[in-house]
């Protein structure tokens, strides 16, 4: 696409053929700074895509409107917007090749014909974005379906929940806060009203999910970004602790750019090894990390997550 948008051209081009400068590919291509061959292909564009009446003169070198009532789109869309589109269908499609293909379809159709308006070379818009995740796990139709509803029209949700710490599978009855992808995976924030308290809910442990004729309003005092913001990762509940890191020189050169939470601290050390510092809610996932990164990776503090850290590596020696 250059480094400008492909609508700007258009504009450009129109322009100069209503003020009969006929213009032609070469000055298009020199204006722009782009390929003579693309600058072919935006003009073809513009009278097979946008229908615009170009006609060639040979004599003038150039191009001229046989339909002077003849207008571009009136929508523009910026090199930013037009990479948010190109992100939001990739994503879209994502979604819709899992549980509710149906429902976005339309939407993802909508948003690829405005694509197309924009971008010449139609191969650029599945080829220029990916978004690939692993490791995540998938909830049934229904399911998303019945939370998503509750959520918007803001009533209670109704649902059986399978618990990995307990085991167990429990009726719970919850006002659904927040609907969230973390890695891949869908997650609803909630106030239990079996637990009395904000809790985090797994869309794929969850079955039998209706939505009950019972509005609620949330909780004075809870804050969606303050939420987010509280803690690493995905655990929030409980109280705060920092957790300092060391990673070793090599290490570093992978982790100094990282953004590990947005109230972190670095230190880089003499040796080149840095200290990463951050609050945690929970040593659960905090710990995952750190063990991904082996031996390239020590806790400073606090104590009982180094304990921890050093009972795993026991297990895992142990295993070897």
């Known amino acids: 696409m250059g480094n400008k948008n492909i609508y700007e051209r258009f504009l450009w081009f129109d322009r100069k053929v209503r003020a009969d400068k006929y213009p032609n590919a070469t000055r298009l291509a020199a204006k722009f700074e782009i390929s003579l061959k693309t600058a072919q292909r935006d003009i073809e564009f513009m009278r097979e895509r946008l229908e615009a009446p170009l006609r060639y003169d040979k004599t003038l070198k150039g ?22 589109l190109l ?7 994502g979604i819709s090749a899992t549980y509710i293909g149906g429902d976005l379809s339309l939407l993802i159709e909508k948003i690829t014909s405005i694509l197309k308006k924009h971008v010449t070379e139609e191969e650029l818009i599945d080829d220029a974005v990916s978004i690939q995740l692993i490791g995540y796990t998938i909830p049934s139709e229904d399911i998303f379906k019945a939370v998503l509803e509750s959520c918007l029209k803001r ?7 399978f618990s990995l710490s307990s085991d167990e599978k429990t009726v719970r009855k919850a006002d659904p806060y927040h609907l969230f992808n973390y890695m891949g995976t869908w997650h609803l924030i909630g106030y239990c009203h079996l637990r009395q308290g904000l809790r ?14 019972e509005p609620f309003t949330i909780k004075r005092g809870f804050s969606l970004r303050e939420y987010f913001d509280s803690a690493f990762g995905l655990f929030k509940a409980g109280d705060r602790e920092e957790v300092t890191l060391l990673f070793t020189p090599e290490k570093a050169k ?9 109230e972190q601290k670095k230190e880089f050390l003499p040796d080149g090894s840095l200290e990463l510092t951050f609050p945690v809610a929970s040593f659960a996932e905090i710990a995952m990390e750190i063990l991904r990164h082996g031996s390239g990776v ?9 304990q921890l850290i050093k009972a795993e590596a026991k297990k895992i020696l142990q295993r070897y």
């Open 298 to 306: 020590e806790v400073i503090r606090p104590e009982g997550l180094r």
């Open 155 to 161: 009533k209670v949700l109704s649902f059986a929940y």
């Open 200 to 213: 985090d809910f797994n869309l794929s442990r969850i079955t039998d999910a209706r939505m009950l004729e």
């Open 254 to 262: 992978w982790i100094k750019d990282q953004v590990w939470h947005r």
């Open 87 to 93: 992100i939001t269908r990739k994503m879209l499609q």
């Open 63 to 84: 191009y001229c409107y046989e339909d002077d009532t003849f207008s571009l789109p009136s929508i523009y869309i910026s090199s930013e917007e037009l990479t948010a």
